[in-house]
């Protein structure tokens, strides 16, 4: 079967320290991409110098595949994910879960820049 060219959402659970988890995308899809940089860099205008909105950098790429989590409010009450959510969290907390999303990313990169290695070794004209 052919490569698909569309990413297939997909979710995989990433465990945080002591019983903690969260749920996030496998892949992002271009559309996802592209709101992840627009928070991050959002007056770019093609030919002009990025200008960097810093208290995005660190939730852009949270908020892109961050799907569930096992957090609770101090009663014990399941807190959906959210922006506002994100924002009520210690620095520390925030830290850990972005941490382990940059992680996921990071080996994804990997694998992926791995398969492309290993499709590479196959071409038009080595099979001539």
């Not at 079967?1 to 992002?28: C, H, N, Y």
């Not at 210690?90 to 879960?97: D, G, H, R, T, V």
């Amino acid at each position: 079967m052919a490569e698909s060219w569309f990413v297939v959402p997909e979710t995989i659970r990433l465990p945080l320290e002591g019983e903690q988890w969260i749920d996030v995308k496998r892949a992002l899809n271009v559309g996802e991409v592209q709101a992840m940089f627009r928070r991050i860099y959002p007056t770019a205008k093609a030919g002009e110098k990025l200008d960097v909105d810093l208290t995005q950098v660190g939730s852009a790429k949270v908020l892109a595949y961050l799907v569930g989590w096992s957090l609770v409010d101090p009663g014990g009450k399941p807190v959906a994910v959210s922006e506002a959510a994100l924002n009520r969290l210690s620095p520390e907390k925030f830290a850990l879960i972005r941490e382990a999303i940059e992680a996921h990313d990071e080996a994804a990169e990997a694998q992926r820049a791995e398969e492309k290695n290993g499709q590479a070794g196959v071409s038009a004209s080595s099979l001539n």
